[in-house]
T-cell receptor, first 113, second 116 residues
Framework: KQEVTQIPAALSVPEGENLVLNCSFT??????LQWFRQDPGKGLTSLLL???SQREQTSGRLNASLDKSSGRSTLYIAASQPGDSATYLC????????????WGAGTKLIIKP | DGGITQSPKYLFRKEGQNVTLSCEQN?????MYWYRQDPGQGLRLIYY???????QKGDIAEGYSVSREKKESFPLTVTSAQKNPTAFYLC???????????????FGAGSRLTVL
């Protein structure tokens, strides 16, 4: 059974730093992996989707990588800003999952001004 | 602007009551989903629907019911059989991608249900 883990559960860094958020999964048979952002009390916003055949995706200051063989994905945020403060969640879609995603619990990121 | 509207944003329920959460989308998406979010846990799928008048149970469907009478609407009823309904509920939608796995989810803002 696929399990998705995000460590640490919370992270606090000074503004301007580059940082990496981690997502690990136990079954490498995946279709894709997605990263989402959630602001407090709000819904989720899709940030990046990486297909199983891809190694990375970039959007602005965000770069997501995927290493299926090791069961890991990282979300790299460059030059962090206070507006990046949010909870970041990753979700994996397994082969044959019929539209089901398996979610990590998220990493709560705080960027200190 | 296209999007997903969930209502109400906050809802309080007494023991033994059924409550219905509304989810409406104007994105012309075929698939719609209901997730439950609890602190410190990943999202868990309650129900999903790929087409009007058809829906499938997710991992935690017990104590919940849904309907899909219109493409735009996918209401969720939390019944009195759900023993621990206090949670944040999220509705989402997506296209039915021809290449399975390419469908990005669009989420509503969520509804917070509290049992008194």
């Amino acid at each position: 059974k696929q399990e998705v883990t995000q460590i640490p559960a919370a992270l606090s860094v000074p503004e301007g730093e580059n940082l990496v958020l981690n997502c690990s999964f136990t079954d490498s048979a995946i279709y894709n992996l997605q990263w989402f952002r959630q602001d407090p009390g709000k819904g989720l916003t899709s940030l990046l989707l990486i297909q199983s055949s891809q190694r990375e995706q970039t959007s602005g200051r965000l770069n997501a990588s995927l290493d299926k063989s090791s069961g890991r994905s990282t979300l790299y945020i460059a030059a962090s800003q206070p507006g990046d403060s949010a909870t970041y969640l990753c979700a994996v879609k397994g082969v044959g999952s019929n539209y089901q995603l398996i979610w990590g619990a998220g990493t709560k990121l705080i960027i200190k001004p | 602007d296209g999007g997903i509207t969930q209502s109400p944003k906050y809802l309080f329920r007494k023991e033994g009551q059924n409550v219905t959460l509304s989810c409406e989308q104007n994105l012309n998406h075929d698939a719609m989903y209901w997730y439950r979010q609890d602190p410190g846990q990943g999202l868990r799928l309650i129900y999903y629907s790929q087409i009007v008048n058809d829906f499938q149970k997710g991992d935690i469907a017990e104590g919940y019911s849904v309907s899909r009478e219109k493409k735009e609407s996918f209401p969720l009823t939390v019944t009195s059989a759900q023993k621990n309904p206090t949670a944040f509920y999220l509705c989402a939608s997506s296209t039915l991608a021809r290449v399975q796995g390419a469908n990005v989810l669009t989420f509503g803002a969520g509804s917070r249900l509290t049992v008194l």
